[in-house]
Each structure stands twice: as C-alpha cells, then as structure tokens.
C-alpha cells in the first residue's frame, strides 16, 4: 500500500466565459483539490493500492472530499475527521494555463492532524508534500511520520509543491528542508520550486546543478518537472535522463505535478521499486517520465485536477 498524507481542500476555479457574475465578482466553481489529496485520487484512478491519511472536515466540502476518494478507490481508514471548516484555495488562472493561489487555512481541520501510531503493516511507500509540510502544528505532525517510517526501512517520497503564502518563515522551512534530504528516497520538484529553495539563477543549468545536489544527499533520484520543457530524473549515481513534456491544449494546469507524482509512484509500484535501496536503471526512468509525461498531459487538457483513469492511458 502507498499511504499519501496531506491536506484536502477545496479549489474555487474561474468558471468558464469571461464575464463576472453579478456585482462584477467572478464566478468561481468548487473542485475537489490539495496537492497529497489529488496524488491519491491519481493513484486510485491509475489503480494503484493507496490509502490517504489526513483530517478532513465533516462539513459539506469534507463530506464531498471523502466521497472523491472513495470513488477513485482510495482507502479512507486513516482519515480522521473534524468539525473545522474545509481549507480553501481560491485560484486564478493565467494566460498560459498557469495557477496561482490564495490559501484560506486558518482553524481548518487539517491543521489538527495528528500522526496514526502505526501505519498498516502492508505500508511500502509513504507519500507527502505541499502545505501540509508548511503549516504548523501539522507540518511538525507530518516530519514525525517520515522521520519514524523512514527509520523503519518504509520508501518515503516528498513534493514540496511550494505556495510561498503559506511560509512564514522562508529561511526557516529552506534548512528544514534541507534537513529532510538525507530520509528521503524519492523527491519530485518543479522548476519554480527547485529556484525557490535554492535561491538559484532560474535557468536549466543553475537548476539541474541544485538537483545533482540534492541528489546526492539522500534520495536516490530526484524528478524535475519543467512544464513544457519536460521532465528530468536525476539519480544519486549521477545519471541525467530527459523527456520532452507531451503536447497538448491546455486548459489549465491544476494538478498537472500532482498526476506526474503518482504516474511515477505507480511505475515504481509497478516495477516493484518502492524500496529504499531499489536502483531503476536509466532505460526504466526513461519509461516512468515518458508515462508520467503522458498522464500530465491528460490533467492539463481538463479543467481542474482531474487526473486520468488507467484505461486513458492504456496504447
């Protein structure tokens, strides 16, 4: 089983047109969202065995969320649930598909999540990232669990999906991510979050020399997302592996990461990888981008993160 943890939120997307609504306010339309949140629901679709462990809300956006995970046959044992509100993400969308977001998280029942004793015994892979990892008192709840699982030989997976609303202290979540590298054995960033937390030059030299970097402080590969550049695996032997992105019309590019990450988790599952000390070699990181590439190009064909379902994909 992956076990992915995180926060599930609700997106409120532009609709469709470009008139406002009434009173000049644009029309905004709620879609099932958070980054952890559309890895598992893009992991049930692609079939693989996922449980998603979080707390979620018992309002009506919290009670839609779990039944999105259900229906994408994710296992909801570990879901705790809460009266707080649903976090919100309002988002706006940019000329090229590109999103950007406003986070409504304060009291809301992710912040009270709290780690499960143990995860199932059939645990092969645990998976986090995006605000859960930022926002405290959760993100100090979620380190506890990769620090424990990896200690006890689970593969550990992290994207850092940085919305820099929510960093507080930017200094201060760069070292601590830095101090997570070493417990890792998969880490997935984007172009922007890699200049991020590098503070590097933002051009493909300057950023795949920070990923050789990271690459050779703890995971065993490191998978970079360039948009339409492509996508980039980086292992900790040094070797490089390129695909191009996949073209497509895009519509937007919500949850596009999201997919590439689980497309890799279900490859990796697939190949019977998910183990710290598993070494795909360059040929099968060649066939784990080119499907990942394939499976974003689907996401950013639809309106929000709706991820495809395996049979999508199938030749």
């Not at 709620?30 to 949140?37: A, E, K, V």
Request: charged share 20%; net charge negative.
């Amino acid at each position: 089983m992956i076990v992915v943890g995180g926060e599930a939120l609700i997106d409120l997307v532009p609709a469709a047109g470009d008139g406002p609504a009434d009173g000049g306010l644009p029309l905004m339309l709620p879609r099932r969202g958070g980054g952890p949140y559309n890895t598992a629901v893009a992991l049930g679709r692609l079939g693989a065995p996922v449980a998603f462990c979080s707390r979620v809300s018992t309002d009506v956006y919290g009670t839609a969320l779990t039944e999105g995970l259900q229906k994408a046959g994710v296992d909801t044992s570990l879901v705790q649930r809460g009266p707080e509100p649903t976090m919100l993400a309002v988002t706006a969308i940019g000329e090229e598909g590109s999103a950007a977001y406003t986070f409504y998280h304060r009291g809301t029942a992710d912040r009270l999540f709290t780690a499960p004793d143990a995860l199932p015994p059939q645990t092969r892979a645990l998976v986090l990232g995006t605000c859960s990892l930022a926002l405290e008192p959760t993100a100090s709840r979620y380190e506890e669990l990769l620090l424990r699982e990896s200690g006890r030989g689970v593969f550990t997976a992290l994207d850092p999906n940085i919305r820099p609303g929510v960093i507080d202290d930017p200094d201060a979540y760069r070292a601590r991510f830095r101090s997570w590298l070493p417990h890792l054995s998969l880490l997935k960033v984007s172009f922007e979050d890699t200049v991020w937390l590098s503070r590097c030059a933002p051009d493909a030299a300057s950023v795949l020399d920070v990923v050789r970097a990271w690459a050779r402080s703890g995971p065993s590969a490191v998978v970079l997302t360039g948009g339409g550049d492509g996508l980039w695996a980086v292992t900790a032997a040094g070797d490089t592996i390129h695909v191009p992105a996949v073209p497509c019309e895009v519509v937007d590019t919500i949850g596009a990461g999201d997919t590439v990450y689980a497309a890799l988790l279900d490859g990796l599952h697939r190949g019977d990888a998910l183990r710290p000390d598993a070494r795909p070699t360059g040929d099968e990181w060649r066939a784990l981008l080119t499907f990942a590439a394939r499976a974003a190009a689907v996401t950013c064909s639809r309106k929000g993160a709706d991820s495809p379902h395996r049979e999508e994909l199938l030749d």
